[in-house]
């Protein structure tokens, strides 16, 4: 069982920057990829950014060259650095951890924290 908890979400104005923490109650350096994923009002979930033990990394073409993903191996944490922040990036931004283990994805999600944009 891994316990995800996300930080870092507020309220800013459109143009601006937030820096989204997600801590793990484990290592994550056994974990195959860790990611952000968001949900807007009335919207279906959807992926932001991912990473992969290896560091490799996905992002959604509405973020892209605006958002960049890291991971901390050491203080188990995975960022989500979000800048030129626009009022459709505003939505409950979650954590999520997947881990690969005898062919079985077992999945995590995090409680979300909330980011509003200004316009």
């Known amino acids: 069982q891994v316990q995800l908890v996300e930080s870092g979400g507020g309220l800013v104005q459109a143009g601006g920057s937030l820096r989204l923490s997600c801590v793990a109650s484990q290592s994550i350096s056994n974990i195959n990829i860790l990611g952000w994923h968001r949900q807007a009002p009335g919207k279906q979930r959807e992926l932001v950014a991912a990473?992969?033990?290896?560091?490799?990394?996905n992002y959604a073409d509405s973020i892209e060259g605006r958002f960049t993903i890291s991971r901390d191996n050491a203080n188990n944490t995975v960022n989500l650095q979000m800048n030129s922040l626009e009022p459709d990036d505003t939505g409950v931004y979650y954590c999520k951890a997947d881990l690969y283990s005898n062919y079985v994805v077992r999945t995590y999600w995090g409680q979300g924290t909330q980011v509003t944009i200004s316009s």
């Open positions: 990473i992969t033990r290896s560091g490799d990394t």
